[in-house]
C-alpha cells in the first residue's frame, strides 16, 4: 500500500507543532504548563506584595480582583493540570510497555486545545482586563460583570476542557488496550493506577464544567436567565454545578501526585512499595467518593443540617483512604536503604505538608465549626496546603526524578537541594501563619485589611515566604538553564529505576520499545535485574513497528475554536462563525483523508538495536 | 494417529461452523424482536401523549420507563453488550449512570423541593 509509506520527515518548528509523538507532546505540556505556573506565580507574588502592610495602595479593587481570579484559574486549568497531563504523556505509555497512548491525533488535539484556551484566557490582561469574578465565577457576580473578562473565562476554559477531556478518554483508553504482555492491572506501577483514576475522574467531572460554563455563556451572550433570579433561574444552580465538577477536580490535580509520591518513595527507599494492593484500592475508593462530597464548599449556603451533615460525614471519610496512604509511603521507607536526592527531599517534605493540609481539611468539614472558617485565610492556608504542599511539591519531584528520561540530562543536584530548601521553607512561612490570620478573622479575596489588628506582623511574614518561594522557582529555572546549555548526557537509568519507563536507552526511541517488553511482576524492571537479566525479556521478534505520521491538523483545529473564542466574546458571528467553520474544515479533512501511518522497516530497528539506539 | 487427526478435524470445524451459525440466527432472532419492540414501544409512547385519557403526569413516568427499556435494548441488543470483553464499557456506563444519578437525586432534593 503506498499511502502507508508516505512519510515525510519534518524538523524544527513545524515538528513541534505536527507531533503526535506522546513524547514531544509531553514535553509540549510541561513547556506550556510551566510557563503558565511562572505566570500565576507573578500573579500570586503581586498579590502579596499588596497585602504585605496594611492599607497598601500598591493593587486595589477591580485589578487586585483580576490577580486573584487569574491566579486561581491560571494554577489550576494551566498550570498544575497541564503538567500532569505532561508527565502523563511522558512517562505513562512507557511504564505500561506502550508504543504510544491509543490515540495520537487526539492526544495533538488535546494539547492544543489547552494551549490556545489558556492563550484565550490570559490574552483578557490586554484586552480590557482579566475576569475579576474569582476562579469560582459565581453567579450572580459573574452575570453582571460588565466587562469582557468573565467572557474570556468562560471561552477559555470552555475550549481548554475540551482539551482536557480529550486528554483524560484517550489515557483511559490506553490504560485499558494498550498494556503489554504480563502488564496486569494489578501490576501496573502506582503513577499509572493514579493517571487512570484521575482520567476516570475527569470523564465524569469534566462535563458539569462544560455544562456550567455553557450556561454561564448563554447567560451571558445571549441573555439567558438560567441564574437571574428575577426571572425564575437559580444562583444556587451555577454553585452546585461547579462544585460537582469542583471537587472532583481537586482529586483529579491530587491523586497524580500521589502516584509520583508512592514512585519515588519506592525507588529511593530501594524497596517495594508497601501495600500495593492497599494504596491501589484507597486511589479508586478516592476517586469514588470524590464524587459525593462537593456540598462541602457550601455548608454555609443554607442548604440544611440534613444535606450539611452527610456531605460532612462523606467528606471525613476521604481521611481515611488518605491515612492509608500516608502510613504506607511511610512503611516503604521504614528499613529501606533511603537516598536523598532532590526527588526524595520534595518526596519526604510532600508527606508531612500533606498530612496538615488534610487535617486542616478534616477541621473544615465539620459544618458548625465551619461556619467559623468560611471565607476567611483559614480556607486559603488549607488548600494551599494540600495544592502547593501536596500536588506542587509532588510534581517537582516528579521533575527532578522523570527529568532525565524526558530531557536526556540530569538536574544538578545541588542547585536541585537549594531549589528545594528555599522553596519548601518559603511555603511553610506563606501558608503556616495564614492559618491564624484566618481564625483571627482576615476575610480571603480582600485587598487590604487595617493596621492595628494584629494582623500586620503574619502578613509580613507571608509576604517574604512568598518571595522565598519565587526564589526557589528562579533556582530551578537557573537548573534547567544549566542542564539545557551542557553537553552531558544521562545514562539509561540514573537512579536504579524499578519501572518499566527506565528499561530503554536514552534518548529514548521514537516507537519506545523495539520489542514489546514481557512483564514478569509488579515493578517490572526490578523483577528482572533481581533475576539477573538486567534488562527486560522482550515478547516478541523484532519487527516492522507501525507508526501514526504527524499532523497540522490538530493545531488548525485548535486555533479554529480559539478565533471563534473571539467571536463569541465580542458578539461579532461572523468571526465565529468562520472560526467554527474552520474546526469543521479540519474535521472533514481528518475524516476523509486516509491515513494510515508508516511503517519503520525490521532493518531499521536491528540497526538501532546493534547500535544501542533501542 | 495422523490419520485418526486428518478424520477428526473436519467434523470439529463444522460442529463449530454449525454452532457459530446457530448463534447467528439467534442474534438475527434478538434482533428483529428487539426492532419490532422498539417500534412497538415508540407507538406506545406516542400513544401515551397523544391520548387525552391517560393523565399528562402519568404519561411523564410511564414514557421515562419506556425510554430505560428501550437504552436496554440499544445497548444489549444493537451494541452486543451481553457479548464477551464488554466489561470496561459496562462498568464506565454503570459509574457515569451512578455519578449522574447522585447529582441529579441531590439537585432536585436540594434545590427543587426545599
Known amino acids: 500500500m503506498a499511502t502507508h509509506e508516505s512519510h515525510k520527515k519534518r524538523s524544527g ?3 513541534w507543532l505536527t507531533t503526535v509523538d506522546h513524547k514531544k507532546i509531553g514535553i509540549l505540556y510541561l513547556l506550556a504548563g510551566g510557563f503558565f505556573f511562572l505566570i500565576g506565580g507573578l500573579e500570586a507574588i503581586l498579590m502579596r506584595i499588596q497585602l504585605m502592610e496594611p492599607d497598601s495602595k500598591i493593587f486595589t479593587g477591580e485589578l487586585y480582583n483580576q490577580l486573584l481570579t487569574m491566579h486561581g484559574t491560571t494554577m489550576i486549568f494551566l498550570a498544575a493540570m497541564p503538567i500532569i497531563f505532561g508527565f502523563m504523556n511522558a512517562i ?4 505500561i510497555g506502550a508504543r504510544d497512548v491509543a490515540f495520537p491525533f487526539v492526544n495533538a488535539v488535546g494539547f492544543w486545545l489547552f494551549f490556545f484556551g489558556g492563550l484565550l484566557l490570559n490574552l483578557s490582561w490586554f484586552l480590557g482586563g482579566a475576569p475579576e469574578a474569582g476562579w469560582t465565577a459565581y453567579a450572580p457576580l459573574s452575570t453582571v460583570a ?17 482539551g482536557t477531556l480529550a486528554g483524560g478518554i484517550n489515557f483511559l483508553v490506553t490504560v485499558i488496550n494498550m498494556r503489554a504482555p504480563g502488564m496486569t492491572f494489578m501490576r501496573m506501577p502506582l503513577f499509572t493506577w493514579a493517571s487512570f483514576v484521575t482520567s476516570g475522574l ?15 455563556m448563554f447567560e451571558r451572550v445571549f441573555d439567558a436567565n438560567f441564574f437571574n433570579a428575577d426571572m425564575g433561574g437559580n444562583v444556587l444552580i451555577w454553585e452546585h454545578i461547579f462544585w460537582i465538577f469542583g471537587h ?5 490535580l491530587i491523586l497524580p501526585a500521589f502516584g509520583i509520591i508512592s514512585e519515588i518513595v519506592s525507588t529511593f527507599s530501594s524497596k517495594r512499595l508497601f501495600g500495593y494492593s492497599a494504596m491501589v484500592f484507597a486511589t479508586v475508593l478516592i476517586g469514588f467518593l470524590g464524587f459525593m462530597v462537593w456540598v462541602h464548599h457550601m455548608f454555609t449556603v443554607g442548604l440544611g443540617p440534613v444535606a450539611n451533615s452527610i456531605f460532612a460525614v462523606a467528606t471525613m471519610a476521604i481521611a481515611i483512604p488518605t491515612g492509608v496512604k500516608i502510613f504506607n509511603w511511610i512503611f516503604t521507607m521504614w528499613g529501606g536503604q533511603i537516598r536523598f536526592t532532590t526527588a526524595m527531599l520534595f518526596a519526604v517534605g510532600f508527606i508531612p505538608t500533606f498530612v496538615m493540609g488534610g487535617v486542616t481539611g478534616v477541621m473544615l468539614s465539620v459544618p458548625a465549626a465551619d461556619y467559623q472558617y468560611h471565607d476567611s485565610y483559614f480556607v486559603v492556608a488549607h488548600f494551599h496546603y494540600v495544592i502547593v504542599g501536596g500536588l506542587i511539591l509532588g510534581l517537582f519531584a516528579g521533575l527532578y526524578y522523570w527529568y532525565p528520561r524526558m530531557f536526556n540530562r540530569v538536574l544538578n543536584e545541588t542547585l536541585g537541594k537549594w531549589n528545594f530548601w528555599l522553596f519548601f521553607i518559603g511555603f511553610h512561612l506563606t501558608f503556616f501563619p495564614q492559618h491564624w490570620l484566618g481564625l483571627m478573622g482576615m476575610p480571603r479575596r480582600v485587598y487590604t485589611y487595617m493596621s492595628g489588628q494584629e494582623l500586620d506582623g503574619a502578613n509580613f511574614v507571608s509576604t517574604i515566604g512568598a518571595i522565598l518561594m519565587g526564589a526557589g522557582t528562579i533556582v530551578l529555572l537557573i537548573n534547567i538553564i544549566i542542564s539545557a546549555s551542557s553537553k552531558y548526557a544521562t545514562t539509561k537509568d540514573p537512579w536504579d529505576g524499578r519501572t518499566l519507563e527506565w528499561a530503554m536507552p536514552v534518548p529514548t526511541p521514537e516507537y519506545n520499545f523495539a520489542q514489546t517488553p514481557l512483564v514478569r511482576g509488579l515493578d517490572a524492571l526490578y523483577v528482572e535485574k533481581a533475576a539477573g537479566n538486567g534488562e527486560m525479556t522482550p515478547a516478541e521478534p523484532v519487527g516492522e513497528i507501525h507508526m501514526p505520521n504527524g499532523s497540522i491538523l490538530p493545531f488548525i483545529m485548535s486555533l479554529g475554536l480559539f478565533i471563534s473564542g473571539f467571536g463569541f466574546i465580542y458578539a461579532n458571528w461572523i468571526v465565529a462563525g468562520a472560526g467554527l467553520g474552520l474546526v469543521l474544515i479540519t474535521m472533514f479533512l481528518r475524516s476523509v483523508i486516509d491515513d494510515h501511518g508508516y511503517h519503520i522497516h525490521k532493518e531499521e530497528v536491528e540497526a538501532d538495536i546493534k547500535g544501542g539506539r533501542a | ?3 485418526h487427526h486428518k478424520t477428526t478435524e473436519p467434523t470439529v470445524h463444522r460442529h463449530e461452523e454449525i ?3 446457530l448463534a447467528l440466527k439467534e442474534e438475527r432472532k434478538h434482533h428483529n424482536v428487539s426492532f419490532v419492540m422498539m417500534i412497538l414501544l415508540t407507538i406506545v409512547a406516542f400513544f401515551a401523549i397523544w391520548s387525552d385519557k391517560i393523565s399528562d403526569s402519568f404519561a411523564v413516568i410511564f414514557i421515562l ?7 436496554f435494548f440499544q445497548l444489549y441488543i444493537w451494541m452486543h453488550l451481553s457479548h464477551k470483553g464488554h466489561d470496561f464499557p459496562i462498568w464506565g456506563m454503570a459509574s457515569g449512570v451512578l455519578v449522574a444519578a447522585i447529582t441529579v437525586a441531590s439537585l432536585m432534593g436540594m434545590i427543587w423541593t426545599s
Open chain 2, 65 to 71: 420507563t419506556l425510554a430505560v427499556v428501550q437504552v
Open chain 1, 202 to 216: 475527569i470523564l465524569f467531572a469534566f462535563p458539569a464544567l462544560t455544562v456550567g460554563i455553557f450556561l454561564l
Open chain 2, 19 to 21: 454452532q457459530r451459525k
Open chain 1, 146 to 162: 460588565e466587562d469582557t473578562g468573565v467572557d474570556f473565562y468562560v471561552l477559555g476554559l470552555q475550549i481548554a476542557g475540551a
Open chain 1, 13 to 15: 518548528l513545524m515538528d
Open chain 1, 92 to 95: 505513562l505509555p512507557l511504564q
Open chain 1, 248 to 252: 472532583p477536580e481537586v482529586y483529579i
Open chain 2, 1 to 3: 494417529m495422523a490419520d
